[in-house]
Nanobody, 119 residues
Framework: QVQLVESGGGLVQPGGSLRLSCAAS????????MGWYRQAPGKQRELVAT??????NYADSVKGRFTISRDNAKKTVYLQMNTLKPEDTAVYYC??????????????WGQGTQVTVSS
């Protein structure tokens, strides 16, 4: 049973910072892409950042403010969010492409963590 567990969300003032973490657990053979998505109220889920094979990709709206990183030994991906804006308010979801032991490669989602940027 593969699980992604996120942590680190919360309430922060505009201009502040937060760091999200997402740890994968279970019978995992390999982890490929790991990334973060977000969904604001009334909007579709959108890509924030991904990391694969040392290559990172960011949405234009977060470039220069957010940094994605991975600790492969810990099966964990992080999202450092700086200079937060009210429009960053959303539920942030971790996503990973994982090959479990004895099964095929597929995508998994975390349960989501709320990030609220407000004064």
């Amino acid at each position: 049973q593969v699980q992604l567990v996120e942590s680190g969300g919360g309430l922060v003032q505009p201009g502040g910072s937060l760091r999200l973490s997402c740890a994968a657990s279970g019978s995992i053979l390999s982890i490929y892409v790991m990334g973060w998505y977000r969904q604001a109220p009334g909007k579709q889920r959108e890509l924030v950042a991904t990391s694969s094979g040392g290559i990172t990709n960011y949405a234009d709206s977060v470039k220069g403010r957010f940094t994605i990183s991975r600790d492969n030994a810990k099966k964990t991906v992080y999202l450092q969010m700086n200079t937060l804006k009210p429009e960053d308010t959303a539920v942030y979801y971790c996503n990973a492409e994982i090959r479990p032991i004895g099964a095929g490669r597929r995508g998994y989602w975390g349960q989501g963590t709320q990030v609220t940027v407000s004064s």
